[in-house]
T-cell receptor, first 112, second 118 residues
Framework: EDQVTQSPEALRLQEGESSSLNCSYTVSGLRGLFWYRQDPGKGPEFLFTLYSAGEEKEKERLKATLTKKESFLHITAPKPEDSATYLCAGGYSGGSNYKLTFGKGTLLTVNP | EAQVTQNPRYLITVTGKKLTVTCSQNMNHEYMSWYRQDPGLGLRQIYYSMNVEVTDKGDVPEGYKVSRKEKRNFPLILESPSPNQTSLYFC?????????????????FGSGTQLSVL
């Protein structure tokens, strides 16, 4: 069964305090690992796609990495505007079908 | 502007009254999907469509119907809504689903439809 698990469920940081969010995933059938940001009451906004172990991508204070079993979203020197729910999702392909399975998310709060 | 448009944004209805939530995308995407989001449960896939006239069940399809008669539209139909279908619903689309060409699976989401079934 496809499964994506995120931790922690919630994370509270002080402005400038770097940290990482974790996403573990089922390997079988994975076509890509996605990170999204979601603000309250809005649709998820795409951040990154990772395809191979060892791959890294960066955007401003965010850096996503991928290993054979996990992905990490590193947040360097966060600012209050980085506060949001961060979602990890695995794209799984089976035959002619394709499903994107989301983790439950990590609620990040950055205090000034 | 490239976008996924859902309507309505908010909907309050009563048990058993059929309703349709519309979803339209203007990016010529092949793949479209519906999700529901509930506190503590995250985003769960209801139905998806790999292309016109091709739909399949996601993880929580019970009580929902979809159709894909045109490439741009993917309506979600609740034939007889019940209170347990009260949720925040999102439509999403991507150029391809599971394509070998990287980058084509990036999902674009609509703004959501908050549904309350009384």
């Amino acid at each position: 069964e496809d499964q994506v698990t995120q931790s922690p469920e919630a994370l509270r940081l002080q402005e400038g305090e770097s940290s990482s969010l974790n996403c573990s995933y089922t390997v079988s059938g994975l076509r890509g690992l996605f990170w999204y940001r979601q603000d309250p009451g809005k649709g998820p906004e795409f951040l990154f796609t990772l395809y191979s172990a060892g791959e890294e991508k960066e955007k401003e204070r965010l850096k996503a990495t991928l290993t054979k079993k996990e992905s990490f979203l590193h947040i360097t020197a966060p600012k209050p505007e980085d506060s949001a729910t961060y979602l990890c999702a695995g794209g799984y392909s089976g035959g002619s079908n394709y499903k994107l399975t989301f983790g439950k998310g990590t609620l990040l709060t950055v205090n000034p | 502007e490239a976008q996924v448009t859902q309507n309505p944004r908010y909907l309050i209805t009563v048990t058993g009254k059929k309703l349709t939530v519309t979803c339209s995308q203007n990016m010529n995407h092949e793949y479209m999907s519906w999700y529901r989001q509930d506190p503590g449960l995250g985003l769960r896939q209801i139905y998806y469509s790999m292309n016109v006239e091709v739909t399949d069940k996601g993880d929580v399809p019970e009580g929902y119907k979809v159709s894909r008669k045109e490439k741009r539209n993917f309506p979600l139909i609740l034939e007889s809504p019940s209170p347990n279908q009260t949720s925040l619903y999102f439509c999403a689309s991507s150029l391809r689903g599971g394509s070998l060409r990287r980058g084509n699976e990036k999902l674009f989401f609509g703004s959501g439809t908050q549904l309350s079934v009384l």
